[in-house]
């Protein structure tokens, strides 16, 4: 079978590699049908994600079809439709003992630690695969991950319906986070450099928007939030300076969300976040959120459809990433299909 690996960063080469077999009774064979390229999957490809380690099949959006399961396999059959879970931990920890599995002290996610979804098919245990619902695509249901991310995003924050919210960026991750959120509370700032962005935003949920190239992210939370702050703000830009002009943006009391995984170092001022009393977390992958996720599709509060632009056989890959790598303006969700 065909897969996509990543030899080391910037090589990538389509490779031939046997089709696996189910090594355990729980086991399900999935048939791959699409898979999304992530901004994670691009940082590996380029080398700046450091988590992973080469070389590796890369993708952790996964959607197929099961052609076969394990006898012992009770809650999949053959023919459903499912997308995968891209985590995998270990059950004992200390962080799976207190339900937190997404930050297990053996944690190995498809994709990044261990081999992800690009090939054609992959055998994961039962519990890790989600039927999807007969109402969204294959292409579409790739942004079922994404929007985990969301969801956690949110619940790590403790999101709540009196909240005034900042979400700093207006991209994949962004807007992922802003679909969840607008269905937790009504006060939402977005801030961007990009109009286009901002514009999406104001019709998904924002109640204000910033373009933080021709205005002061600092003086306009405060104009919106009535000279308080945000009271959560959570950084989908991730790069050297955000998290500091969001630990000012946010009010006394308030809790500052960070995802970003640079391993630069990122200067903290300490007498902003202990005088306000802030609380500043972390918030990483998803933990067993697909079935919310789901479950939001089907009472019809989420809609995923529309968000794919562009999709691309995967023995297109390396076209598909130089695409990505462009900036193309008409660019949204980019995925590989497997019908090549």
Do not use: W
């Not at 380690?53 to 459903?80: C, F, L, Q, W």
């Not at 989420?302 to 790598?325: I, R, W």
């Amino acid at each position: 079978m065909k897969a996509v690996q990543i030899v080391k960063p910037g090589q990538l080469t389509i490779i031939d590699m046997e089709k696996p077999e189910l090594s355990g009774p729980d086991q399900v064979l999935v048939k791959m049908t699409a898979a999304g390229i992530c901004g994670s999957d691009m940082g590996i490809y380029h080398g700046s994600n450091a988590a992973a380690t080469y070389p590796r099949i890369i993708g952790h959006e996964m959607v197929g079809t099961v052609v076969e399961t394990g006898s012992g396999a009770t809650n999949i059959k053959v023919g459903d439709r499912v997308i995968i879970n891209q985590v995998t931990s270990c059950g004992h920890c200390y962080p799976c003992r207190i339900g937190r599995g997404n930050v297990c002290d053996h944690l190995a996610v498809r994709g990044v630690h261990i081999d992800g979804g690009y090939r054609e098919y992959i055998a994961v245990p039962e519990s890790d695969c989600y039927v999807l619902p007969d109402s969204i695509s294959d292409e579409d249901a790739v942004m079922i991950e994404p929007t985990t991310i969301g969801i956690q995003a949110c619940t790590r924050a403790e999101l709540n319906k009196d909240d005034m919210l900042l979400i700093y960026g207006s991209g994949a991750l962004g807007s992922s986070i802003l679909k969840t959120a607008s269905l937790i509370c009504s006060h939402i700032i977005v801030a961007d450099v990009q109009e286009n962005k901002l514009e999406t935003a104001k019709k998904n949920g924002a109640s204000y928007t910033i373009n933080t190239k021709e205005e002061d992210l600092l003086s306009k939370v405060k104009e919106y939030t009535n000279g308080h702050g945000a009271t959560v703000s959570i950084d989908a830009v991730c790069n050297k300076d955000s998290l500091n002009q969001l630990l000012n943006a946010t009010g006394n009391a308030g809790r500052v969300i960070t995802m970003g995984f640079s391993t630069s170092p990122t200067e903290i001022n300490q007498f902003v976040i202990t005088s306000k009393e802030l609380d500043v977390r972390g918030s990483r992958l998803q933990n067993k959120m697909f079935g919310k996720a789901i479950d939001l599709i089907g009472e019809g509060k989420l809609d995923l459809s529309g968000s794919v632009s562009h999709t691309f056989p995967l023995t297109k890959a390396q076209e598909a990433f130089d695409f990505v790598d462009s900036h193309d303006p008409s660019m949204r969700k980019v995925v590989l299909t497997f019908d090549f």
